[in-house]
């Protein structure tokens, strides 16, 4: 009785190890096509160097025409990590297919502007194939070293509390701004603050990506100082961790 609970258990191993890897026939996005970068490649290649990537649309900034030719940028990310493709020229009809989990192949240049690694001029290919990345809690790398190398990535924060982002013409504190300096109104970017451990950040709700109709533009107009949230969005970079918010989820109210 022993060794036939013994031979079920290695049965049930082996059939589960097999259920963790893409069947034959099914579509595997971690291979790439041959000439593609892997992402260690890519992160290792020099700025301003030619890069071929393929990636997976996360989601998108945006459609518009730039002297007359429609530009869109993208927020990707393949199983081992992210690329930010800026204003890379396709039409409108091509922007609408590109869903969030598109297959694209990046040909571009590799280049940084304040610390954000992005891909520029740009040209892509629609290929057949769907991921969605799963949410990296980047909470516990606040502030260290670390955090630099999920750049781009989908990623959450946890647990962090609604600080004063600046004062209002009376002097109130506010929990919310709009434009980096106030200065700006509906539907523009909103700027709050948030803390952990002590240290204080400067997050974003991109009115590209998230604009004034949407859900987390929102929750962070309704936010209390003193809440504490959850947030998921894109870890973008600014001098610094900026990252741009897709969703709050007040925990504990004010």
Known sequence: MKKFTALCLALLLVFSVAGCAPSEGEFDPSKKSEGVMTYEEYAAA???????????????????EKDGVG???FYTQDTDGAYFVYQMPCSKEDYDKMV?????????????????VEIVDAKFEIMDGSY???VTDVTELLGKDELINHQNKFVAFKGMTV???GKDD?????????KYNGS?????????????????YTFTVES???????????????????????????????????????????????
């Open 132 to 134: 969605i990345a799963p």
């Open 184 to 200: 700006g109104q509906d539907g523009d970017d909103l700027y709050f603050k948030v803390s952990i451990n002590g240290e204080s």
């Open 46 to 64: 020099e700025l301003d160097s030619e890069v071929v990537v393929e990636t997976f649309v996360q989601a998108k900034q945006g459609w518009w």
């Open 208 to 254: 590209y990506l998230c604009d004034k109709d949407s859900d987390v533009y929102a929750a962070v107009k309704n936010l209390k100082i003193g809440d504490v949230i959850d947030m998921e969005g894109f870890l973008y970079w600014y001098e610094g961790v900026n990252p741009h918010i897709t969703s709050v989820t007040v925990k504990t109210a004010a």
């Open 71 to 73: 530009v869109a940028t």
């Open 163 to 165: 600080e004063p982002v």
């Open 170 to 178: 009376k002097g109130n504190d506010l929990a919310f701004m709009y």
């Open 100 to 116: 969030p989990g598109t297959r694209i192949k990046v040909t571009g240049v590799k280049a940084a502007w304040s610390g954000e």
